[in-house]
């Protein structure tokens, strides 16, 4: 059982569509990340997210930690091909150091 | 460019050999992470080490093993090797101990094909 479920798996949309992606658990997190991966390339830290309830923009992307602590969202709008990556959430159990990563949701944007 | 360096970028070996992967973290960062990525797994921590010492550990293998040396840089052994350590093996680094804030920069990652 993954302690962070990411959802959809795949995404493949047109140039300019807009998309919402989900990071799930059933735990309560004192704080969320999400980074991108660009195809042969390491993860980039895009958010930090550290209050339930939370919402941070990031030009065309909008972050949302949930009132619980336990789930977050990531919207895109307007979403062009340099967008094109997998999207990956983290955190770090309570009273661990260990960080552990969702399987991610790949996204493909069409020109 | 995040800062962090590692080599080599591709390595192909067959099965029971041995290799050694590289990383240099960012100047100024005390903490590197080692990660194995595959299709099946997704993106799984194997080791942390700041300042030399070991912080923690993930679901590293015994035929795995880490260390981090007094400049810091570290190195990933993997020995015994098996059709099933095919993957991309990434290398993190950050300023701190780690915890859930602090952010990681990754390297470019070395992929590792076992013949």
């Known amino acids: 059982t993954q302690l962070l479920e990411q959802s959809p798996q795949f995404l493949s949309i047109q140039e300019g569509e807009n998309l919402t992606v989900y990071c799930n658990s059933s735990s309560v997190f004192s704080s969320l990340q999400w980074y991108r991966q660009e195809p042969g390339e390491g993860p980039v830290l895009l958010v930090t997210?550290?209050?339930?309830?939370e919402v941070k923009k990031l030009k065309r992307l909008t972050f949302q930690f949930g009132d619980a602590r336990k789930d977050s969202s990531l919207h895109i709008t307007a979403a062009q091909p340099g967008d094109t990556g997998l999207y990956l959430c983290?955190?770090?159990?309570?009273?661990?150091?260990?960080?552990?990563f969702g399987r991610g949701t790949s996204l493909i944007v069409h020109p | 460019d995040s800062g962090v360096t590692q080599t080599p970028k591709h390595l192909i070996t067959a099965t029971g050999q041995r290799v050694t992967l590289r990383c240099s973290p960012r100047s100024g960062d005390l903490s590197v992470y080692w990660y194995q990525q595959s299709l099946d797994q997704g993106l799984q921590f194997l080791i942390q080490?700041?300042?030399?010492?070991?912080?923690a550990k993930g679901n590293i293998l015994e035929r795995f093993s880490a260390q981090q040396f007094p400049d810091l840089h570290s190195e990933l052994n993997l020995s015994s090797l098996e059709l099933g350590d095919s993957a991309l093996y990434f290398c993190a680094s950050s300023v701190g101990a780690g915890g859930g804030i602090e952010t990681q920069y990754f390297g470019p990652g070395t992929r590792l094909l076992v013949l």
């Open positions: 080490y700041y300042n030399g010492e070991e912080r």
């Open positions: 983290a955190t770090s159990p309570r009273g661990s150091y260990i960080p552990t």
């Open positions: 997210v550290v209050t339930g309830g």
